[in-house]
């Protein structure tokens, strides 16, 4: 119970370094991508702090499935390091005593992947698409940006405006840049509003302004003032289209609809938690290290086991999408090997008759040393008594 209590302890506190180390890079990376898009004018700016959510949401699952796994591979290696181990083992203890508290800690974050990946993810993908559409799909004037060019939905008309209101509804220094089968219209003007007539009709409405028609590269430029000029402006209902992406579908529509698209990405959810566990078990057996070595090349190992794990994973989910493998084929191969890689590593720790086994690499090493300890007093003798 002691030695439960400790490792409980000590896998809670690496975890939450791990976990604090991983989402701030998330985080960062994250908001670093969204304010980039919201730049772009690919998204809305006032939408930044949602869409950041939801993409955070998206990524959690792998970053819990990463820090339960350093975290038990930590407490591992750490106890490699300090000789506890040897301890450990010299009591008659066994490795697999290991696998009962480790459990304890990780099933409720495997539990908490799984509802991530099956349930919270796919609607936080779902709002993501939907807060995008809706940008798209607003009308031209309101995701324009002061002092920024910015392409209408229709592609055919380019609006700058210096400044704008509350809402967007009065604008300010307005130059439009429209294509049409006439050539092209260049409309500039002191002040804009935006107008709705009884069918629900978009227009702006420009006062104090000057419009050029013609073609570029040709003399035939015809100028117009006027006091009021007025254009539509193209209006798309707001609602969530047609095509939405299969990391978008509720599980419940995945298990309903069968296509090789819906079976790849209900692949990609169930392998989530697996890919948990198993990582989690693996930490076990693969956190020995030399007492006398550092831990680095031990850490770099695990993370490209990860990264590997992982890249296979997506190598079948594609296989899926693609048709080539089917999905009752495709989802389990991968994690029996990984579970056979692990049994693997627990009956060799276990073995400690093998000459590979930690106990005996240690044991080699500190009689290699010792030996050689002897034989550099040995050699001193004689050289001290030539001096004398």
């Known amino acids: 119970m002691i030695f439960r209590r400790a490792l409980q302890r000590e896998l809670a506190s690496s975890a939450g370094a791990t976990f604090t180390v991983l989402f701030t890079i998330l985080v960062t990376w994250t908001l670093i991508t969204v304010l980039g898009k919201a730049a772009g004018g690919k998204v809305d700016s006032g939408d930044a702090l949602a869409l950041i959510g939801f993409a955070i949401l998206n990524y959690l699952p792998t970053i ?9 591979l930590a ?3 750490r106890s490699y390091r300090d000789s506890e181990m040897v301890v450990w083992f010299a ?7 290991w696998i009962a508290p480790v459990l304890t800690f990780g099933l409720p974050i495997v539990a908490l992947v799984a509802a991530l990946s099956l349930v919270v993810a796919p609607w936080a993908a779902l709002k993501r698409v939907e807060f995008v559409e809706r940008f798209q799909k607003r009308e031209d004037l309101k995701r324009v940006a002061p002092g920024q060019f910015r392409e209408s939905s229709s592609a055919d008309r380019v609006f700058f405006v210096e400044r704008s209101t509350t809402g967007a509804t009065v604008v300010q220094n307005v130059f439009v840049n429209s294509q049409d089968k006439n050539g092209t219209s260049i409309v500039v003007a002191k002040e804009g509003v935006i107008e709705t007539d009884a069918k629900g009709g978009q227009y702006l409405v420009l006062s104090n302004g000057r419009r050029y028609q013609g073609t570029p590269g040709q003399a035939d430029f015809q100028s117009m003032e006027f006091e009021r000029y007025k254009m539509r402006v193209a209006t798309r209902s707001p609602v969530l289209g047609t095509d939405t992406p299969s990391n978008a579908l509720p599980t419940s529509v995945l298990l309903q609809v069968e296509n ?3 079976r790849a990405e209900l692949l990609d959810r169930i392998s989530a938690p697996i890919i948990c566990l198993v990582l989690m078990l693996l930490a076990i057996p693969l956190g020995f290290v030399n007492p006398r070595a550092g831990s680095s090349a031990n850490m770099i190992l695990a993370l490209l086991i990860f990264f590997t794990y992982l890249n296979l994973n997506k190598l079948m989910e594609n296989s899926v999408k693609r048709a080539k493998l089917d ?9 029996l090997a990984a579970a056979l890689v692990v049994a693997g590593l627990f009956a060799w720790r276990l073995n400690v008759n093998h000459r590979w086994h930690p106990l005996a690499l240690i044991g080699a090493w500190k009689r290699r040393k010792n030996t050689l300890q002897a034989h550099g007093k040995a050699d ?4 001290r008594a030539e001096a004398e």
Request: hydrophobic share 50%; proline share 6%; glycine share 2%.
């Open 64 to 72: 819990l499935t990463l820090t339960t796994f350093i975290s038990v």
């Open 75 to 77: 407490a591992v290696t």
């Open 91 to 97: 009591s008659g203890m066994s490795l697999r005593r």
């Open 260 to 262: 090789q698209y819906t």
């Open 327 to 335: 999905f009752d084929v495709a989802w389990w191969p991968l994690h």
């Open 380 to 383: 001193a003798l004689p050289a």
